[in-house]
Antibody, heavy 116, light 109 residues
Framework: EVQLVESGGGLVQPGGSLRLSCAASGFSFSNYWMHWVRQAPEKGLVWVAN????????QYADSVKGRFTISRDNAEKMLYLQMNSLRDEDTAVYYC?????????WGQGTLVTVSS | EIVLTQSPGTLSLSPGERATLSCRAS???????LAWYHHKPGQAPRLLIYDTFSRATGIPDRFSGSGSGTDFSLTINRLEPEDFAVYYCQLHSGAPQNTFGQGTKLEIK
């Protein structure tokens, strides 16, 4: 069974940093692109970043470029999102996801709250 | 950055009716890049359609995708109660940024 389990969310002050983790199991993690997607309260889904199977290619939404860094450890089957210079508007539930067709998989999400 | 604009914002229909949801890209995209998701509160989003036309695993044939260039559609025939949710289009695998549209809420009339 495929599982994606996020951790690392919490309350952080504006300008602060947080590192999210996602533990993957039940599939060949090193074969897949992986993504972070977020949803702010009462708002829609927003794609944040992705990373290719070997970690050499990363892509970011314009809203987080230069502040967030996605990375992975294929040996440990872990996906990460380092978030720096956090802003109020980064408050959201962050999902780790494998989005390739014909089947997608999502974690349960971890809540990040940026507030003073 | 390619922007996806979905319409309408809210669609009110009754069970048994047909729903047509639209997604317009700010520039032409390949047909391999467009996906559709269904999202209910408290649940993980679920992939419905990828590569514009292909149904995801376990998705019934009531759901179909179409389009090319900048204009894409999701059609849902014979609406069932579980279909009422928010639907998102997305630039899918292979696109430089996997942007989502802002969503269309499908509600019961």
């Amino acid at each position: 069974e495929v599982q994606l389990v996020e951790s690392g969310g919490g309350l952080v002050q504006p300008g602060g940093s947080l590192r999210l983790s996602c533990a993957a199991s039940g599939f060949s993690f090193s074969n897949y692109w992986m993504h972070w997607v977020r949803q702010a309260p009462e708002k829609g889904l927003v794609w944040v970043a992705n990373i290719n199977s070997d970690g050499r290619v990363t892509q970011y939404a314009d809203s987080v470029k230069g502040r967030f860094t996605i990375s992975r450890d294929n040996a440990e089957k872990m996906l990460y999102l380092q978030m720096n210079s956090l802003r109020d508007e980064d408050t959201a539930v962050y999902y780790c996801a494998r989005l390739a067709g014909p089947r997608d998989y999502w974690g349960q999400g971890t809540l990040v709250t940026v507030s003073s | 950055e390619i922007v996806l604009t979905q319409s309408p914002g809210t669609l009110s229909l009754s069970p048994g009716e047909r729903a047509t949801l639209s997604c317009r890209a700010s520039q032409s995209i390949g047909s391999s890049y467009l996906a559709w998701y269904h999202h209910k509160p408290g649940q993980a989003p679920r992939l419905l359609i990828y590569d514009t036309f292909s149904r995801a695993t376990g998705i019934p044939d009531r759901f179909s995708g179409s389009g090319s260039g900048t204009d894409f559609s999701l059609t849902i025939n014979r609406l069932e109660p579980e279909d009422f949710a928010v639907y998102y289009c997305q630039l899918h695998s292979g696109a430089p940024q996997n942007t989502f549209g802002q969503g269309t809420k499908l509600e019961i009339k």
